[in-house]
């Protein structure tokens, strides 16, 4: 995918369902008894794996378009699959399955593509372990493949060291089988998706704060869930339409949850002129169009419990720096080394091919902002989020870029190019 420069951005998009809740949909729909509807579920390749683990295990789901329909069968209603689990290239996918397959009576095998194969599970087998469950990596690297076996299951206090959603889901649903309560308490607060949506099916779930408690074997009773648009998805076009001038755009049918909503809050402290429309507050995930206008930037520091609701948001705000006026400092997010690629080497590099001024840090980045970018050959190395964080990049740089393998955006919004496209027509080539 070729990019060129545009001089204004404008006109309305629409986002599609967020990755973290259409995974988790289809995951309670399994569990739950009787049907559950979601509505703009994500049709991104992450999502699929998710699906297709479940329709393995006897689950059926039926796909029309973003509409997708469960027939749960309950908690001990999924069935031995008979060959291995792929998870493809999805870090959710993982984990969170391997929080429901620690309390089956049936072993199971997970596997997925070399990306995969690379992210540390020692964060999901040590609780898990400690909890009861008989779950190995095959190759003794703490990584997939994994095996998982039927072994009983304790409620536990878990303290994680890093505050992941993943690994908190994990437990939790694993905490779904155990012989009493469980509780994980995170050091600060990740997305909690999975609480919202476990209450909503019936679960007995109390958070607080960092904390949350789980009891053992619900009812879950099948639901009707509208996804809101994935504010990482959102984000993009956020960006874009920042750092380019003349430019005005409707982003519409965006996920607010405040534990996801650190970008939102990260533009407000840059300057952003953005501004919240139809603000739709439902108990289960609030959401509202956001309107965007070309800013002038001002640099900030990102760092504490901001970076778990932003997370995956970084390699775009450190394009956005390379916009602003002053020294922006990224800290205390060390967990980007270990998402689909190393996201502080990766965002580094490439941002320096494309004449930043940037240099990559333990645990984050340091962007001296307000140097022209120009055109540049970006490898994502087949993360999505990088490949779509440089297409926004190529549209303020000077020259052309060229985004290798722009496919992956598959992952997580496989339709990211048309809609961009539309925003900005001509641009991309
Ligand atoms: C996710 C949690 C985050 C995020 C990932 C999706 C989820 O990962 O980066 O893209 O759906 O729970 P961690 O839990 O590893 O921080």
């Not at 155990?178 to 919202?196: I, K, N, Q, Y």
């Given at each position: ?12 998009v ?17 569990l ?5 509807e979601?509505?703009n579920?994500?049709?991104g ?8 683990c ?61 990306s ?42 878990y ?22 309560p469980t ?23 109390i958070?607080?704060?960092t ?26 076009f ?11 755009i ?36 609030p ?19 901001l ?8 390699p ?7 916009f ?11 967990e ?20 930043a ?21 970006i ?15 190529g ?25 961009l496209?539309s ?7």
């Amino acid at each position: 995918m070729n990019i060129k420069p545009t001089s204004s951005l404008s006109g309305e998009v629409t986002i599609p369902g967020d990755k973290s809740i259409s995974h988790r949909g289809i995951m309670l729909g399994a569990l739950a008894m009787g049907r559950t509807e979601l509505t703009n579920f994500l049709e991104g390749a992450d999502c699929l794996s998710t699906i297709s683990c479940f329709q393995k295990m006897g689950i059926d789901i039926e796909r029309q378009g973003s509409r997708v329909l469960i027939q749960g069968k309950g908690l001990h209603g999924l069935k031995e699959p008979d060959s291995l689990l792929d998870v493809g290239n999805s870090g959710t996918t993982t984990r969170l399955i391997s929080g429901i397959l620690a309390g089956q009576a049936f072993t199971s095998h997970l596997n997925g593509d070399a990306s995969i194969q690379k992210r540390p599970m020692k964060r999901i087998i040590d609780p898990l372990t400690i909890m009861g469950a008989d779950i190995r990596s095959d190759l003794s690297n703490d990584c997939a493949p994994l095996t998982i076996s039927p072994s009983p299951l304790h409620g536990i206090s878990y303290s994680s060291a890093i505050a992941s959603a993943q690994v908190k889901s994990c437990i939790l649903l694993a905490g779904l089988y155990a012989d009493g309560p469980t509780t994980v308490t995170e050091p600060a607060l990740s997305r909690d998706h999975t609480e919202r949506m476990l209450r909503s099916f019936g679960a007995d779930l109390i958070s607080e704060g960092t904390k949350a408690v789980i009891s053992p074997e619900p009812e879950l009773i099948g639901q009707k869930i509208s996804i809101p648009g994935d504010i990482s998805s959102a984000a993009y076009f956020l960006a874009a339409a920042l750092i380019t001038e003349h430019s005005e755009i409707l982003i519409k049918n965006v996920g607010t949850n405040p534990t996801r909503n650190g970008i939102l809050r990260v533009c407000e402290s840059m300057g952003a002129k953005l501004s919240y429309v139809n603000p739709s507050p439902t108990s289960l995930e609030p959401s509202a169009d956001l309107l965007v206008r070309s800013s002038s930037l001002n640099a900030t520091v990102i760092d504490g419990a901001l970076i778990p609701t932003l997370i995956d948001e970084i390699p775009m705000i450190a394009v956005m720096a390379c916009f602003a006026k002053g020294t922006t400092i990224i800290k205390d997010a060390a967990e980007l080394k270990v998402k689909e690629s190393n996201r502080i080497d990766v965002v580094v590099k490439n941002l320096k091919k494309m004449g930043a001024e940037i240099e990559a840090t333990e645990d984050g980045m340091i962007i001296h902002g307000g140097k022209p970018l120009h055109g540049a050959v970006i490898d994502p190395q087949l993360d999505h989020r990088i490949a779509m964080s440089f297409a926004i990049a190529g549209l303020a740089a000077e020259g052309e870029t060229t985004i290798l393998h722009p496919e992956c955006v598959t992952i997580s919004y496989p339709d990211f190019f048309r809609d961009l496209n539309s925003l900005c027509p001509s641009s991309l080539f």
